[in-house]
């Protein structure tokens, strides 16, 4: 939720969607807060929605099985901790809740263009409106969304962080694709988190990183096999 919306009271959260759209029908679960200080449930929307003639329709809470909900306080299946589990870089754990891929959309744009200088050409990505992964290197699968090639998945390893080695400080999510030379610039990908190899780190130099990315790049090949 936006965080212009949290810190709206409930009524004026509801009326400000209600005049927006005609809403017929609402499905919340009956752990359902939000609003300024998390005072709007799910009763409240059910009375509002009497009132203004749409149906609040409560959503069975599930329980996370015993081998998921060791890693979490809320004990359920909930967007929070797919969240904690994405940004703590427990991506195959984030995977196991929703039931697929964790996946981002995001548009390529030109960077520094390092990577190519040294045989890792990256596809560069700011990922924005996101839950932010943990900062580190993942095995992904990747999808060019465009007419000419919309059926095609690709393998590759994406590094999303602030790339220390070379003092940058904004995030930035890179994605290198492996045997692929096609020039991609603005186009949008869809990038899907498959697992965690290792945190980001700072290198003492090029040589050092490349021998890690080669080392990166087994390990994911071995994961997407």
């Given at each position: 939720?936006?965080?212009?919306?949290?810190?709206?009271?409930p009524?004026?959260?509801?009326?400000?969607?209600?005049?927006?759209?005609?809403?017929?029908?609402?499905?919340?679960?009956?752990?359902?807060?939000?609003?300024?200080?998390?005072?709007?449930?799910?009763k409240?929307?059910?009375?509002?929605?009497?009132?203004?003639?749409?149906?609040?329709?409560?959503?069975?809470?599930?329980?996370?099985?015993?081998?998921?909900?060791?890693?979490?306080?809320?004990?359920?299946?909930?967007?929070?901790?797919?969240?904690?589990?994405?940004?703590?870089?427990?991506?195959?754990?984030?995977?196991?809740?929703?039931?697929?891929?964790?996946?981002?959309?995001?548009?390529?744009?030109?960077?520094?263009?390092?990577?190519?200088?040294i045989?890792?050409?990256?596809?560069?990505?700011?990922?924005?409106?996101?839950?932010?992964?943990?900062?580190?290197?993942?095995?992904?699968?990747?999808?060019?969304?465009?007419?000419?090639?919309?059926?095609?998945?690709?393998?590759?390893?994406?590094?999303?962080?602030?790339?220390?080695?070379?003092?940058?400080?904004?995030?930035?999510?890179?994605?290198?694709?492996?045997?692929?030379?096609?020039?991609?610039?603005?186009?949008?990908?869809?990038?899907?988190?498959?697992?965690?190899?290792?945190?980001?780190?700072?290198?003492?130099?090029?040589?050092?990183?490349?021998?890690?990315?080669?080392?990166?790049i087994?390990?994911?090949?071995?994961?997407?096999?």
């Amino acid at each position: 939720m936006e965080s212009s919306v949290r810190e709206l009271v409930p009524a004026a959260i509801a009326v400000k969607d209600t005049n927006k759209i005609q809403i017929k029908y609402i499905f919340v679960g009956k752990n359902f807060k939000f609003g300024a200080n998390r005072s709007c449930d799910y009763k409240y929307l059910k009375d509002f929605g009497k009132k203004n003639n749409f149906l609040v329709s409560p959503v069975s809470i599930f329980k996370l099985p015993v081998s998921l909900a060791k890693y979490f306080k809320k004990k359920i299946f909930s967007s929070s901790n797919v969240r904690l589990a994405i940004e703590d870089g427990k991506i195959k754990l984030a995977n196991k809740i929703l039931g697929r891929s964790w996946f981002v959309f995001g548009k390529v744009i030109k960077g520094d263009q390092r990577g190519r200088l040294i045989g890792f050409p990256t596809a560069n990505i700011e990922i924005e409106g996101y839950s932010q992964p943990n900062y580190g290197v993942y095995a992904v699968t990747v999808k060019i969304i465009n007419k000419s090639k919309r059926n095609m998945d690709y393998k590759g390893i994406a590094n999303f962080g602030i790339r220390p080695t070379f003092n940058k400080k904004k995030p930035l999510l890179e994605v290198y694709l492996f045997d692929f030379n096609l020039n991609i610039y603005n186009s949008t990908l869809k990038v899907n988190f498959i697992d965690f190899i290792r945190n980001e780190k700072k290198f003492s130099g090029i040589d050092s990183l490349e021998i890690q990315l080669n080392k990166d790049i087994l390990k994911a090949k071995q994961i997407l096999r």
